[in-house]
């Protein structure tokens, strides 16, 4: 269990998803968003969620000051056919996404940084999604979920959004947007950090 060497932390994300799998680690999560701003100039998608996860983290420690606690920022792009998909911002995005990822294969990107002891350290991994064949209707059924808000991609894998995915390579809780086998590796000292963390 991840809560061996991070008993509690502070996440510095809205993600319910990322929280509930925390703590099915046994991990004591306190919820601190950071609302960061997300514009950047990256256009390869592990240099964005990098870039970002950092931005989140950088943040989250101007806000919370001094802290005992480890700081956990994260973020998930999609990426496809050399397009990048981040969280759509209306349901006409939503609806354009998710004809695309039913499409094609799935690069799906998340990233990590944590500060702890007063180091900083992370990483990104990633894992591919195959879609299934969705008419028009399934779309909209989905859609009337609402899932697709606050997604990146338009779909949430811990919902009803699994309904709509054929097969996955990789670790699941990328998609989720936490590469939690990743984490687990380096907080063992099994991988070595990102070098520009």
């Known amino acids: 269990m991840l809560s061996r060497t991070l008993p509690k932390i502070i996440l510095a994300s809205q993600s319910p998803a990322r929280k509930m799998v925390l703590e099915a680690e046994g991990i004591e999560v306190t919820v601190r968003p950071t609302w960061a701003h997300e514009e950047h100039s990256c256009t390869d998608a592990r240099d964005v969620v990098t870039t970002l996860s950092r931005r989140k983290l950088d943040s989250a420690l101007a806000q919370n ?51 702890r002891d007063g180091a900083v350290i992370g990483g990104a991994d990633m894992a591919i999604v195959h879609f299934k064949a969705l008419d028009d209707a399934a779309i909209e059924e989905y859609l009337a979920l609402g899932e697709w808000m606050g997604a990146a991609g338009a779909y949430r894998i811990q919902g009803r959004g699994r309904s709509l995915i054929a097969s996955i390579e990789g670790d699941e809780n990328v998609i989720i947007g936490l590469p939690l086998a990743q984490m687990k590796r380096t907080l063992s000292g099994g991988l070595r950090p990102l070098p520009h963390l």
């Open 65 to 115: 000051g001094e802290t005992l606690l480890p700081v956990l920022a994260c973020d998930t792009i999609i990426a496809i056919d050399g397009v990048l998909m981040g969280k759509p911002s209306s349901v006409e995005e939503a609806r354009l996404q998710l004809k695309r990822l039913c499409r094609g294969t799935q690069e799906v990107w998340s990233a990590w940084a944590l500060y």
